[in-house]
């Protein structure tokens, strides 16, 4: 029996052949997702709002009825062409148009045949070929955009005269499935916005598209940029799609990641930041944290919240869905479960963020693993500073073991608020001149230094001066450093060190429990605040009170606990699987090469291979530099090796092989070659 599906992709159909469709389809199973009383199959010849055009007269589209558009216009929200498009796929048929429009009459459809197993197969609609459409004062086109709003494809092309009905969302979405680049997204999304109000532009862009919010588009180019600017021109980040079991977009999300091909973990991590929410999740799928999901998702009994409104879309087919991309991406359920823990941000602190363009600020412990109390710390005492409009300089000391995030959070704060960043590596520094360059009358004085010159470049703007290993730093550079500390008030300064590391290691051996505790709380953070004023106290000792009274706040960063290593592993293992993921590519110049490709890394229960990998190689002197190089050991090196044994030559038309990941009888790593999918090469 074919499906609504069918019918729509059957726009030259005679009313004749239309009359049998519906006929079929209204004697066919009930459709999962679907409202059938709002559908009216049974009268889908009734209610044709097309015209017959007049005797002797050919044309290639039915004249629509004023009063149909209307109808569909007034029952969707949409603009007058948006309404004929929608008609025009429904062939005429109001309610199925209405249907399109509120993202109910494809919804869980997938391509084929309709029955109650059928479900939506996680594929969108190609929009159009692809083609762009330059913007004319009398442009016109085959599916009914506003006269001068078809999509610009250049820079120079012109907007029409038409106000707040500027934005044809099917072009722009067509365009980016084209492959349209971000660069000219965004210039058209600024001209968008200079001649349509901002609701009226937020209401555009989640708009509906073939049935789909334009948000899931986005999605499915994998493109993180293209997701933020979407987001930051009005993109809802917690759209969802169909009315019946709206499937939220970060489900979405979720789904399309079952593979490091299409890895959606970066797109994860960018929607949480922007402010997704992952209450449509059911809570199952990443509490309790350790462990493996079964492979059809939670077991029914765990899923206590299934029947909520806005997780009727957790069908049977879908949570295995789900549950593979998590099995497979550990990190993704250790973001959701730190997502549903994490305190959120009152409406005072993001006005604050937003007024002074800050916003990205408050996501970033989604970029990070673990230090869940030291980013708090951070981005408090920054918003703090910038509540207050302070012309006091921001010291941060950074105090905890190598490998544990300290460069990282100095990188993600820089990257999340647009500041520069230099990076000074301080076991380099033995005097003032490998710091601050030679003073006259040396040669190379004129030339400055690399921190001089970039506080020059940014005088009176703010930017992160990020000194790593501090301590190692001569003393007498560290003098330099006072005057900067007590009248430079638009960097910020960012100490990193590892002076504190007994200290912080004997801290979290004793407290081990409440801290790295699924909710350590309160009581958790009671005990870093008494170990800051505790570095505080010996940084006297270790640096002198001089330095130690210019530091604004002594920020400690903690070892990793069980779930938090077996994150990192994940996180490390996922940059071999992307990178081998990609196409071989044969060339005489090494660097053009790409050798060891078209290799699909596939792993099997990834909570327990993390926890594995984790055991096996975490040191706490060490932190993510052990982790990985026991991937390396255990997984990079076996799967190279046996690539190359396994082949006589490479080639770029090799095809794709597999090789699985998973842990043996006695706990260890074990890597294999799927046979069925070993290449031969050209043996």
Not at 36 to 43: M, P, V
Not at 89 to 118: E, F, M
Not at 403 to 427: M, W, Y
Not at 596 to 624: I, N, P, W
Request: proline letters at 4%.
């Amino acid at each position: 029996m074919q499906g609504l599906s069918h019918i729509r992709r059957q726009t030259s159909a005679s009313p004749s052949e239309m009359t049998k469709q519906a006929t079929r389809v209204s004697s066919s199973s009930a459709v999962p997702g679907l409202d059938e009383s709002k559908l009216k199959l049974d009268s889908i010849m009734s209610q044709q709002s097309w015209r017959q055009a007049p005797a002797g007269e050919t044309t290639n589209k039915p004249t629509l009825d004023k009063s149909a558009v209307r109808r569909v216009m007034d029952e969707v929200g949409c603009g007058e062409n948006q309404a004929k498009r929608f008609l025009a796929r429904a062939r005429g048929n109001v309610d199925r148009a209405i249907d399109l429009g509120c993202g109910c009459g494809t919804s869980y459809l997938p391509q084929g045949n309709n029955d109650d197993n059928d479900e939506w197969d996680f594929t969108l609609p190609r929009v159009h070929d692809g083609n762009t459409y330059q913007m004319g004062d009398n442009a016109d086109s085959d599916n009914g955009t506003d006269s001068g709003l078809n999509t610009p494809n250049s820079l120079s092309s012109k907007l029409g005269s038409r106000g707040d009905d500027e934005l044809d969302l099917e072009n722009l979405v067509g365009n980016i499935q084209a492959g349209q680049g971000c660069d000219e997204i965004r210039s058209r999304l600024t001209r968008y916005r200079e001649h349509m109000k901002p609701e009226k532009l937020r209401e555009r862009l989640n708009g509906l598209v073939q049935g789909f919010p334009g948000f899931f588009y986005v999605i499915e180019t994998l493109n993180v940029e293209l997701v933020r600017m979407w987001a930051e021109y009005g993109g809802d980040v917690d759209v969802a799609y169909g009315l019946a079991k709206p499937l939220p977009l970060i489900a979405y999300v979720i789904a399309l990641g079952s593979s490091y091909a299409t890895d959606t973990t970066a797109i994860l991590r960018t929607l949480l930041s922007l402010g997704a929410s992952v209450v449509g999740i059911p809570k199952a799928f990443h509490t309790p944290l350790e462990r493996d999901l079964p492979d059809d998702g939670p077991l029914v009994d765990e899923l206590g919240d299934l029947g909520d409104e806005n997780k009727k879309w957790c069908t049977p087919k879908v949570r295995k869905r789900i549950a593979a991309t998590l099995n497979s991406r550990f990190e993704q359920r250790y973001i959701l479960h730190r997502a549903a823990r994490l305190n959120q941000f009152s409406g005072a602190k993001r006005q604050v963020a937003k007024l002074h363009k800050a916003e990205d600020l408050l996501g970033v412990h989604y970029f990070l693993v673990g230090q869940t109390a030291a980013i708090t710390y951070v981005v408090d005492r920054l918003l703090c500073y910038l509540a207050l409009q302070t012309e006091r300089p921001i010291v941060l000391l950074f105090a905890g073991p190598s490998g544990h995030g300290k460069t990282e959070l100095a990188r993600q704060l820089g990257s999340l608020i647009s500041l520069d960043l230099l990076t000074v590596d301080c076991t380099n520094v033995h005097s003032g001149f490998d710091l601050w360059g030679p003073v006259k009358p040396y040669v190379g004085y004129a030339d400055g230094s690399k921190l001089n010159n970039f506080l020059a470049e940014h005088s009176g703007r703010r930017s992160i001066v990020f000194l790593d290993e501090f301590e190692k730093m001569d003393r007498k550079s560290e003098i330099r450093f006072f005057s900067h500390f007590k009248t430079d008030t638009k960097t910020i300064w960012i100490m990193a060190t590892n002076a504190f590391d007994e200290t912080i290691h004997a801290f979290c051996n004793t407290h081990e429990n409440i801290l790295f505790s699924d909710e350590p709380g309160q009581e958790g953070q009671r005990l870093v605040q008494k170990l800051s004023r505790s570095i505080q106290k010996e940084s006297v000792t270790k640096f002198g009170a001089p330095l130690s009274g210019r530091i604004s706040d002594f920020v400690p960063f903690l070892t990793f606990s069980p779930s938090e290593q077996a994150a990192v592993a994940d996180r490390i293992l996922a940059d071999f699987g992307r990178n081998v993921i990609k196409p071989v590519k044969i060339s005489d110049v090494v660097g053009k090469s790409h050798m060891v490709g078209d290799l699909d890394l596939q792993v099997r229960r990834g909570y327990s291979v993390c926890k594995a990998l984790a055991a096996q190689g975490y040191v706490q002197e060490l932190g993510a530099r052990s982790i990985t190089n026991t991937v390396d050991r255990d997984i990079r090196v076996p799967v190279v090796n046996e690539y190359l044994m396994n082949r006589e030559v490479i080639r770029e038309d090799q095809g794709r092989c597999t090789f699985v990941v998973g842990v043996d009888e006695d706990g260890m790593i074990d890597v294999s070659e799927s046979p069925s999918e070993k290449s031969t090469g050209s043996l």
